[in-house]
């Protein structure tokens, strides 16, 4: 059975152009059902696990916290996300467990097969979370697709555009200068596309176009895949460019390649990452923290 059961020739156009909705039946696995759910848990490596909590206000970005699990078990990590308001992320599950690894090459695959698109740097990814919990406005540097596996989730996706995002907002972060996060307003909601993500719905959106989410009240399980192309590199290389000229007070635009300046800032990208020019800003979370002391509501 494929993975996504509306391919048409429209959404084959428009994959990682455009932000677009599709079906698919990953849902349908067991490998999402709760004692898949505790075994992934158990296997993934414990120092990789991220553990959040947040506020309730979607503009108070400031209120994301990191935390620990600890040595709790797999069914404890699943009791405390249905318990709490908690966010597990498990980054790069491709990465540690074979059949996650398996469930990669297989989305891909069929990508690739139905747009011709190739991708690479792929990082599947696990998120379990609460009740109400959030993602606060902010954005990515490659390419995303969030699939919906258990509950309700709320996706607000916005134009690459000020004054949703600005150059040079995209650029710090490009630069890793600053966090993904962005300041947010509540009038910005009215340029949003918004898709109400359900068992079996997937939304992939424009590269660094901005976005937030909130979940329903019910625990939630979502897939996300980033990757990139060749196309989403070479932009990403052109904005770090962009960055490190706007430095020395130039005012860069983002060219597409073939443009001869977006080749000149790839290759101006590439020294100046060699070179070290760029300091990033350390952008990891400590702890602030531990599941084991009590479950975050």
């Given at each position: ?115 011709g698109v190739r991708t690479f740097k792929r990082d599947l990814g ?69 898709f109400e993500l359900t068992p079996g719905k997937m939304v992939t ?93």
């Amino acid at each position: 059975m494929s993975v996504i059961t509306d391919w048409t020739p429209a959404k084959a156009e428009a994959f990682t152009r455009e932000t677009i909705g599709f079906e698919h039946s990953l849902h349908e696995r067991a490998m999402f059902d709760d004692e898949g759910l505790i075994s992934l848990l158990d296997r993934y490596p414990r120092e990789h696990l991220g553990v959040f909590t947040m506020g309730h206000d979607p503009v108070d970005w400031k209120t994301w916290r990191a935390g620990s699990a600890g040595d709790l078990s797999g069914e404890q990590l699943l009791r405390a996300a249905m318990d709490g308001r908690i966010w597990l992320n498990l980054r790069h599950t491709n990465d540690f467990l074979p059949e996650y690894a398996e469930l990669e090459r297989e989305i891909f695959a069929e990508a690739e097969a139905q747009t011709g698109v190739r991708t690479f740097k792929r990082d599947l990814g696990i998120l379990i979370s609460s009740a109400n919990a959030q993602v606060f406005y902010h954005l990515d540097t490659p390419l995303v697709a969030l699939w919906q596996l258990r509950g309700h989730k709320t996706a607000w996706v916005y134009p690459v555009e000020s004054p949703h995002v600005t150059p040079e907002q995209i650029e710090r972060v490009m630069l890793k200068e600053t966090p993904e996060q962005i300041d947010f307003r509540r009038d910005m909601d009215a340029a949003a596309q918004v898709f109400e993500l359900t068992p079996g719905k997937m939304v992939t959106w424009r590269q660094n176009a901005p976005h937030r989410i909130e979940n329903g009240p019910m625990l939630n399980v979502s897939l996300s895949t980033e990757f990139m192309t060749m196309a989403a590199a070479m932009r990403a290389n052109v904005i770090f460019a962009n960055g490190v000229l706007r430095k020395a007070g130039i005012q860069p635009r983002i060219q597409s390649v073939p443009h001869p300046a977006a080749l000149a800032k790839v290759g101006l990208a590439r020294v100046a990452k060699a070179a070290g020019l760029v300091k990033p800003f350390e952008s990891k979370l400590s702890p602030s923290f531990d599941l084991r002391d009590g479950i975050p509501t």
